[in-house]
C-alpha cells in the first residue's frame, strides 16, 4: 500500500535551533513532493515543492527539502527557527498512477520564544 | 482571485440530522477534493472530482456524497450525521501538475 511516514509527531525547540523533520514514502517510480505548513486555525499552505531537476529545493519562509531517491526521502529543514514557525508540518507524495496527494500524518512544531 | 472558498466556517448538528458543505474555486482547475482533519491522522481524501462531471471515493468516503456540479462548485453532503463525522473540512483544488490549493475549512461538530 501506498504510504507517507512522517518520523515525529510533535517537536519542541528553542528560537534560533535548526529544525529538521524527516519524510519517507513507498513508491519506487516518478514522484511529486511536497510540504505544507499549517499554522494555528488556519489552512494549508505550499512551503516548497518537488517535481525534477535539482533535489535541493529552497522554499517560503527560509525551508529548504532535500530529495534523496534512493532513501525515499523528502525531509524538510530550516538553519534557525522562530517563534512564528510554530505551526504543523505535512509531507505530501503525488504518484501519477495514485491520481491524488497522500498526505503523511502531520509533525506539530512549537517553537518557544 | 479568492481561491478556494468554503461555506460554511463553522456547524454543530445533531445526530442523524443532514447538510451540505459548499465549496469553490476560481482558478479554472480541473481537480477538486474533499479532505477531513483530525488529530494525529492527518488530511484524509473523501471524495476527489478530477473533472467537471467525475467523482470518486477516497480513503474514507462512507457516509458521505458529493456532487461536482460544475467546474468550480463541489459539494459535500452528511445525509446523516454521525459523532464520528466531527472534524474539520477542507476543500482543494489543483491544476494538473502543480500543487493543491487548499480552502479554509469548516469545523463541522456532530452531537
Known amino acids: 500500500a501506498q504510504s507517507v511516514s512522517q518520523h515525529n509527531h510533535h517537536v519542541i525547540l528553542s528560537e534560533a535551533a535548526s529544525l529538521e523533520l524527516g519524510c519517507n514514502y513507498s513508491y519506487g517510480g516518478t514522484v511529486n513532493l511536497f510540504w505544507y505548513v499549517q499554522y494555528p486555525g488556519q489552512h494549508l499552505q505550499l512551503l516548497l515543492k518537488y517535481f525534477s531537476g535539482d533535489p535541493l529545493v529552497k522554499g517560503i519562509k527560509g525551508f529548504e527539502a532535500e530529495f534523496i531517491k534512493s532513501k525515499f526521502s523528502f525531509n524538510l529543514r530550516k538553519p534557525s527557527v522562530q517563534w512564528s514557525d510554530t505551526a504543523e508540518y505535512f509531507c505530501?507524495?503525488?504518484?501519477?498512477?495514485?491520481?491524488?496527494?497522500?498526505f503523511g500524518a502531520g509533525t506539530q512544531v512549537v517553537v518557544t520564544p | 482571485n479568492a481561491g478556494v472558498t468554503q461555506t460554511p466556517k463553522f456547524q454543530v448538528l445533531k445526530t442523524g440530522q443532514s447538510m451540505t458543505l459548499q465549496c469553490a474555486q476560481d482558478?479554472?482547475?480541473?481537480?477538486m477534493y474533499w479532505y477531513r482533519q483530525d488529530p494525529g491522522m492527518g488530511l484524509r481524501l473523501i471524495y476527489y472530482s478530477a473533472s467537471e462531471g467525475t467523482t470518486d471515493k477516497g480513503e474514507v468516503p462512507n457516509g458521505y456524497n458529493v456532487s461536482r456540479l460544475n467546474k468550480r462548485e463541489f459539494s459535500l453532503r452528511l445525509e446523516s450525521a454521525a459523532p464520528s463525522q466531527t472534524s474539520v473540512y477542507f476543500c482543494?483544488?489543483?491544476?494538473?501538475?502543480?500543487?493543491?490549493?487548499f480552502g479554509p475549512g469548516t469545523r463541522l461538530t456532530v452531537t
Open positions: 482543494a483544488s489543483r491544476r494538473s501538475q502543480e500543487e493543491q490549493y
Open positions: 482558478m479554472n482547475h480541473n481537480s
Open positions: 505530501a507524495v503525488y504518484v501519477p498512477s495514485w491520481g491524488k496527494l497522500q
